[in-house]
């Protein structure tokens, strides 16, 4: 049995209130696997890995100034958006085929990290 992980990447995700942003993100389909108080891992399972830290400065990230963002790829774009929309996450279009090839929507975090979740529109069925 081979327990090394996939090749694959994390974000590292700075925030304000740890557990606002843990609770936004836990409607998304993410679920703590580690928690060590000001740091926490985040997985869905299926290849999502997420890290929060509010280990920064107190004022880090600053309303309006947030240039953090995320891109999570599902086929569940549709499921996902009418998940977080019935979970008054904030707004939230429903998703659209875009002109770069994507069926995606998107929304904020509470420290207004941009999140867009989206599947190649050549994908869908």
């Known amino acids: 049995m ?3 992980p996939p090749h694959s990447i994390a974000a590292i995700l700075p925030c304000s209130d740890l557990d ?15 928690d060590y108080g000001s740091y926490r891992l985040l997985e869905d399972g299926k290849g999502w890995q997420l890290h929060l830290t509010n280990e920064s400065q107190p004022t880090w990230p600053e309303r309006d100034q947030n240039p953090f963002g995320l891109y999570l790829y599902t086929e ?16 939230v279009k429903a998703p659209t ?16 990290t ?3 979740v989206g599947w190649p529109s050549r994908l869908m069925e």
Do not use: Q
């Not at 843990?22 to 998304?28: D, H, I, R």
């Not at 774009?77 to 707004?91: F, N």
């Not at 085929?97 to 207004?112: I, Q």
């Open 76 to 91: 569940r774009v549709a499921d996902l958006a009418g998940a977080v929309r019935d979970a008054i996450l904030g707004p």
């Open 97 to 112: 085929h875009k002109p770069w090839g994507m069926y995606e929507f998107a929304l904020s975090d509470p420290d207004e």
């Open 2 to 4: 081979n327990d090394a």
């Open 114 to 116: 941009l999140v867009r």
């Open 20 to 34: 606002a942003s843990t609770a936004f993100y836990e409607k998304l389909g993410l679920s703590v696997v580690s």
